[in-house]
T-cell receptor, first 114, second 115 residues
Framework: AQKITQTQPGMFVQEKEAVTLDCTYD???????LFWYKQPSSGEMIFLIY??????QNATEGRYSLNFQKARKSANLVISASQLGDSAMYFC???????????FGKGTKLSVKP | DTGVSQNPRHKITKRGQNVTFRCDPI?????LYWYRQTLGQGPEFLTY????????KSRLLSDRFSAERPKGSFSTLEIQRTEQGDSAMYLC?????????????FGPGTRLLVL
Protein backbone atom coordinates (compact mmCIF):
# COMPACT_ATOMS: atom_id res chain seq x y z
CA ALA A 1 0.00 0.00 0.00
CA GLN A 2 1.13 3.52 -0.66
CA LYS A 3 1.77 5.80 2.28
CA ILE A 4 3.09 9.26 3.05
CA THR A 5 4.53 10.05 6.48
CA GLN A 6 5.13 13.53 7.84
CA THR A 7 6.54 13.22 11.34
CA GLN A 8 6.62 16.91 12.28
CA PRO A 9 3.19 18.12 13.41
CA GLY A 10 4.54 21.64 13.89
CA MET A 11 7.69 23.60 13.15
CA PHE A 12 8.93 27.07 14.06
CA VAL A 13 11.44 29.06 12.02
CA GLN A 14 12.84 32.54 12.35
CA GLU A 15 12.08 34.92 9.52
CA LYS A 16 14.79 34.89 6.81
CA GLU A 17 16.14 31.51 7.90
CA ALA A 18 15.84 28.23 5.98
CA VAL A 19 13.65 25.36 7.15
CA THR A 20 13.32 21.71 6.13
CA LEU A 21 10.00 19.87 6.29
CA ASP A 22 10.31 16.10 6.35
CA CYS A 23 8.43 13.62 4.18
CA THR A 24 8.96 9.89 3.73
CA TYR A 25 6.96 7.70 1.39
CA ASP A 26 6.29 4.07 0.69
CA UNK A 27 5.31 2.61 -2.65
CA UNK A 28 6.00 -0.43 -4.79
CA UNK A 29 5.38 1.47 -8.04
CA UNK A 30 8.61 2.10 -9.97
CA UNK A 31 7.09 5.26 -11.42
CA UNK A 32 5.60 7.87 -9.11
CA UNK A 33 5.41 11.56 -8.48
CA LEU A 34 5.91 13.52 -5.29
CA PHE A 35 4.25 16.85 -4.60
CA TRP A 36 4.25 19.52 -1.94
CA TYR A 37 1.26 21.76 -1.29
CA LYS A 38 0.79 24.74 1.00
CA GLN A 39 -2.56 25.30 2.75
CA PRO A 40 -3.04 28.69 4.40
CA SER A 41 -5.79 29.19 6.94
CA SER A 42 -8.15 30.13 4.08
CA GLY A 43 -8.16 26.45 3.09
CA GLU A 44 -7.01 26.48 -0.53
CA MET A 45 -4.31 23.95 -1.44
CA ILE A 46 -1.53 25.73 -3.31
CA PHE A 47 0.84 23.65 -5.44
CA LEU A 48 4.49 24.32 -4.65
CA ILE A 49 6.79 21.78 -6.27
CA TYR A 50 6.89 18.41 -8.05
CA UNK A 51 9.50 15.65 -8.26
CA UNK A 52 9.23 12.68 -10.59
CA UNK A 53 10.72 9.37 -9.52
CA UNK A 54 12.96 9.25 -12.57
CA UNK A 55 14.13 12.85 -12.34
CA UNK A 56 17.89 12.97 -11.98
CA GLN A 57 18.03 16.36 -10.34
CA ASN A 58 16.26 17.74 -7.30
CA ALA A 59 13.38 20.02 -8.20
CA THR A 60 13.56 23.72 -7.43
CA GLU A 61 10.94 26.47 -7.68
CA GLY A 62 12.08 29.85 -6.44
CA ARG A 63 12.62 29.60 -2.67
CA TYR A 64 11.38 26.00 -2.63
CA SER A 65 13.57 23.00 -3.29
CA LEU A 66 12.92 19.32 -2.87
CA ASN A 67 15.65 17.17 -1.33
CA PHE A 68 14.88 13.85 -3.06
CA GLN A 69 16.68 10.80 -1.69
CA LYS A 70 15.24 7.86 -3.55
CA ALA A 71 17.09 5.11 -1.68
CA ARG A 72 15.83 6.50 1.63
CA LYS A 73 12.36 7.16 0.17
CA SER A 74 12.41 10.71 1.39
CA ALA A 75 11.30 13.92 -0.28
CA ASN A 76 11.95 16.77 2.10
CA LEU A 77 10.88 20.33 1.29
CA VAL A 78 13.41 23.08 1.89
CA ILE A 79 12.18 26.66 2.13
CA SER A 80 14.94 29.23 1.99
CA ALA A 81 14.74 32.76 3.40
CA SER A 82 11.44 32.18 5.24
CA GLN A 83 8.83 34.91 5.11
CA LEU A 84 5.93 35.61 7.45
CA GLY A 85 3.57 34.64 4.63
CA ASP A 86 5.05 31.13 4.64
CA SER A 87 3.16 30.38 7.86
CA ALA A 88 0.71 27.64 6.84
CA MET A 89 0.10 23.90 6.74
CA TYR A 90 2.36 22.01 4.33
CA PHE A 91 1.33 18.69 2.84
CA CYS A 92 3.46 16.12 1.08
CA UNK A 93 1.61 13.97 -1.45
CA UNK A 94 2.33 11.10 -3.82
CA UNK A 95 0.79 9.82 -7.00
CA UNK A 96 1.56 6.29 -8.09
CA UNK A 97 2.17 5.65 -11.75
CA UNK A 98 -0.97 3.59 -12.28
CA UNK A 99 -3.44 5.59 -10.24
CA UNK A 100 -5.10 8.92 -10.64
CA UNK A 101 -5.41 10.20 -7.12
CA UNK A 102 -2.97 11.79 -4.70
CA UNK A 103 -2.21 10.30 -1.30
CA PHE A 104 -1.47 12.94 1.32
CA GLY A 105 0.40 12.99 4.59
CA LYS A 106 -1.05 14.54 7.72
CA GLY A 107 0.80 17.77 7.18
CA THR A 108 3.21 20.00 9.07
CA LYS A 109 2.17 23.36 10.50
CA LEU A 110 4.91 25.89 9.88
CA SER A 111 5.04 29.07 11.92
CA VAL A 112 7.45 31.83 10.91
CA LYS A 113 8.51 34.11 13.74
CA PRO A 114 9.40 37.77 13.10
CA ASP B 1 -9.24 34.17 -12.85
CA THR B 2 -8.77 30.89 -14.71
CA GLY B 3 -8.22 28.65 -11.69
CA VAL B 4 -10.49 25.97 -10.25
CA SER B 5 -13.65 27.41 -8.73
CA GLN B 6 -16.07 25.83 -6.27
CA ASN B 7 -19.52 26.81 -5.11
CA PRO B 8 -20.75 27.35 -2.54
CA ARG B 9 -17.76 28.19 -0.36
CA HIS B 10 -19.69 27.41 2.82
CA LYS B 11 -22.76 25.31 3.48
CA ILE B 12 -24.62 24.73 6.74
CA THR B 13 -27.34 22.12 6.67
CA LYS B 14 -29.39 20.02 9.03
CA ARG B 15 -28.86 16.31 9.39
CA GLY B 16 -30.91 14.38 6.86
CA GLN B 17 -30.94 17.09 4.20
CA ASN B 18 -29.36 16.72 0.75
CA VAL B 19 -26.60 19.03 -0.42
CA THR B 20 -24.93 19.57 -3.78
CA PHE B 21 -21.57 21.15 -4.51
CA ARG B 22 -20.26 22.37 -7.84
CA CYS B 23 -16.73 22.44 -9.22
CA ASP B 24 -15.55 24.21 -12.36
CA PRO B 25 -12.08 23.00 -13.39
CA ILE B 26 -9.39 24.83 -15.33
CA UNK B 27 -10.82 24.91 -18.84
CA UNK B 28 -8.29 22.76 -20.70
CA UNK B 29 -8.01 20.14 -17.94
CA UNK B 30 -9.66 16.80 -18.71
CA UNK B 31 -9.23 15.24 -15.26
CA LEU B 32 -11.27 16.32 -12.26
CA TYR B 33 -10.90 15.03 -8.70
CA TRP B 34 -12.88 15.27 -5.48
CA TYR B 35 -11.26 15.04 -2.04
CA ARG B 36 -12.54 15.38 1.51
CA GLN B 37 -10.52 16.91 4.31
CA THR B 38 -11.40 16.72 7.97
CA LEU B 39 -9.83 18.80 10.71
CA GLY B 40 -6.17 17.99 11.33
CA GLN B 41 -5.90 15.57 8.41
CA GLY B 42 -4.66 15.66 4.86
CA PRO B 43 -7.17 15.45 2.01
CA GLU B 44 -8.60 12.01 1.28
CA PHE B 45 -9.48 10.96 -2.24
CA LEU B 46 -13.15 10.42 -3.09
CA THR B 47 -13.41 10.06 -6.86
CA TYR B 48 -12.08 11.27 -10.19
CA UNK B 49 -13.20 11.77 -13.76
CA UNK B 50 -11.43 11.64 -17.08
CA UNK B 51 -13.64 13.85 -19.24
CA UNK B 52 -17.18 12.63 -18.43
CA UNK B 53 -16.16 9.12 -17.34
CA UNK B 54 -15.90 8.39 -13.63
CA UNK B 55 -12.77 6.24 -13.51
CA UNK B 56 -12.18 5.61 -9.84
CA LYS B 57 -14.16 5.76 -6.60
CA SER B 58 -12.82 5.46 -3.09
CA ARG B 59 -14.42 3.20 -0.52
CA LEU B 60 -15.05 6.47 1.35
CA LEU B 61 -17.68 7.28 -1.25
CA SER B 62 -20.70 5.64 0.36
CA ASP B 63 -24.05 5.10 -1.35
CA ARG B 64 -25.17 8.51 -0.10
CA PHE B 65 -22.53 10.22 -2.23
CA SER B 66 -22.81 10.66 -5.97
CA ALA B 67 -20.68 12.63 -8.38
CA GLU B 68 -21.29 13.58 -11.99
CA ARG B 69 -19.49 15.34 -14.78
CA PRO B 70 -22.10 15.18 -17.51
CA LYS B 71 -20.40 17.12 -20.30
CA GLY B 72 -16.81 16.69 -19.25
CA SER B 73 -16.63 20.22 -17.92
CA PHE B 74 -18.01 21.11 -14.49
CA SER B 75 -18.78 18.47 -11.87
CA THR B 76 -21.27 18.14 -9.05
CA LEU B 77 -20.96 16.20 -5.81
CA GLU B 78 -24.21 15.38 -4.04
CA ILE B 79 -24.56 14.06 -0.52
CA GLN B 80 -27.95 12.62 0.35
CA ARG B 81 -29.32 12.31 3.89
CA THR B 82 -26.37 14.14 5.39
CA GLU B 83 -24.90 12.99 8.67
CA GLN B 84 -22.82 14.94 11.19
CA GLY B 85 -19.79 12.89 10.15
CA ASP B 86 -20.04 14.43 6.68
CA SER B 87 -18.91 17.77 8.10
CA ALA B 88 -15.63 18.50 6.32
CA MET B 89 -13.95 20.55 3.64
CA TYR B 90 -14.70 19.21 0.16
CA LEU B 91 -11.91 20.00 -2.28
CA CYS B 92 -11.98 19.78 -6.04
CA UNK B 93 -8.87 19.61 -8.21
CA UNK B 94 -8.14 19.34 -11.90
CA UNK B 95 -5.20 18.29 -14.04
CA UNK B 96 -4.25 17.89 -17.68
CA UNK B 97 -4.01 14.15 -17.25
CA UNK B 98 -0.96 13.81 -19.46
CA UNK B 99 2.20 11.95 -18.54
CA UNK B 100 4.63 14.44 -17.06
CA UNK B 101 1.84 17.00 -16.57
CA UNK B 102 0.03 15.45 -13.68
CA UNK B 103 0.03 18.27 -11.19
CA UNK B 104 -3.39 18.71 -9.62
CA UNK B 105 -4.56 22.26 -9.05
CA PHE B 106 -7.08 22.76 -6.28
CA GLY B 107 -10.04 25.02 -5.83
CA PRO B 108 -10.81 26.97 -2.65
CA GLY B 109 -13.01 24.19 -1.28
CA THR B 110 -16.52 23.99 0.14
CA ARG B 111 -16.81 23.85 3.93
CA LEU B 112 -19.79 21.74 4.98
CA LEU B 113 -21.23 21.83 8.46
CA VAL B 114 -24.00 19.36 9.30
CA LEU B 115 -25.96 20.27 12.41
Amino acid sequence: AQKITQTQPGMFVQEKEAVTLDCTYDTSDPSYGLFWYKQPSSGEMIFLIYQGSYDQQNATEGRYSLNFQKARKSANLVISASQLGDSAMYFCAMKGGSQGNLIFGKGTKLSVKP
Amino acid sequence: DTGVSQNPRHKITKRGQNVTFRCDPISEHNRLYWYRQTLGQGPEFLTYFQNEAQLEKSRLLSDRFSAERPKGSFSTLEIQRTEQGDSAMYLCASSLGLAGQETQYFGPGTRLLVL
